[in-house]
């Protein structure tokens, strides 16, 4: 059976559309890190130092948010890497490399940046939890609960061993979604402080996760895109080493790289039925954003986004 299901998954995706053309193109400053969809604008993380904020709707980029030169061992001069990036009520947090080798907090309101100081100087990861509050979460997997008023952790807790792969929060901002270089992915409850959920997905490291409207999708070094939705777990068997994943507003479109061309794949989160590929021409996919049910932004280590229309 297991033999036949997959069978009927390659020929599903033999016979779905190939879209080999986007229709729009831009371009960051510098080499893009991350894309994020927050509230209808795209947020570029750069290795350039910089924020760069587009708003798809308006075709063009409303602002460029630049961060001051660090100082590292070969140079007293560089250009830092924006490692994560969050918005909340028009207030933009970014997570940046600093000076030799540390990490820099950066909290931007009205125009003015302020800098919170960081303990653990292993921060992957920052996100609002509310107005008051940011969840920061370490390489290894610790994760951190700060108040921003004062400035001090008042909660923690490790995950496990296993070193962190990337971590999410749902919509209502009360689900933590934490994966790891075990391959699996822990659901954290912020209200109750427990844990819902393990969900043991992979055998090997994972490199995306995304979660939105309580469908998850995972991708690995172990080949696999995994998704779960109500309950229940799909694997797919992609051939090649998934480094990015995405999802549609209402999880039910899920994303992800599908092989050594930076090809994305789109299918049916439930059916797991084939909506199209995108042969996007690439380097190594960091992001797939949907910026509507039947729009998607790709990026890679380069300075072009690729917008696509899929149907």
């Known amino acids: 059976m297991r033999a036949l299901f997959f069978l009927f998954c390659i020929l599903g995706f033999a016979f779905a559309s190939e879209i080999t053309t986007p229709y729009k193109q831009i371009e960051a400053s510098a080499n893009v890190l991350s894309t994020t969809l927050i509230n209808g604008k795209l947020f570029v993380a750069t290795d350039g130092g910089t924020v760069e904020i587009y708003n798809p709707k308006e075709d063009k980029f409303e602002e460029i948010i630049k961060i001051d030169d660090i100082k590292t061992y070969v140079s007293e001069h560089e250009r830092p890497k924006i490692l994560s990036v969050d918005e909340l009520d028009g207030r933009t947090l970014i997570l940046s490399e600093g000076d030799y080798a540390t990490k820099v907090l950066y909290l931007r309101e009205n125009g003015e940046m302020k800098s919170i100081k960081l303990s653990n100087q292993a921060i992957k990861k920052a ?29 923690n807790f490790k995950i496990s061993i296993a070193m962190l792969s990337d971590m999410e929060l749902s919509e209502d901002r009360n689900t933590l979604a934490i994966g790891c270089e075990s391959g699996k992915v822990y659901l954290y409850n912020i209200k109750t402080k427990k844990m819902d959920q393990v969900l043991d997905i992979h055998t090997d490291n994972i490199y995306d996760i995304a979660y939105k409207n309580n469908v998850l999708i995972t991708g690995s070094t172990d080949r696999i895109a995994g998704i779960f939705s109500a309950g ?80």
């Open 232 to 311: 229940s777990l799909k694997k797919i068997n992609t051939g090649f080493l998934v480094y990015g994943v995405g999802l549609s507003d209402d999880g039910k479109i899920a994303a992800y790289m599908s092989d050594e061309m930076s090809d994305v794949n789109l299918v049916d989160s439930v059916s797991l039925e084939k909506i199209a590929m995108l042969k996007t021409g690439q380097s190594t996919i960091n992001s797939i954003v949907f910026i509507g049910d039947n729009e998607v932004v790709t990026s890679a280590y380069e300075k072009k986004i690729l917008f696509w229309r899929v149907r």
């Open 127 to 155: 996100l609002f939890l509310d107005d008051e509050h940011i969840v920061l979460a370490s390489i290894s997997n610790e994760i951190y609960f700060l108040n921003i008023k004062s400035g001090e952790i008042y909660e």
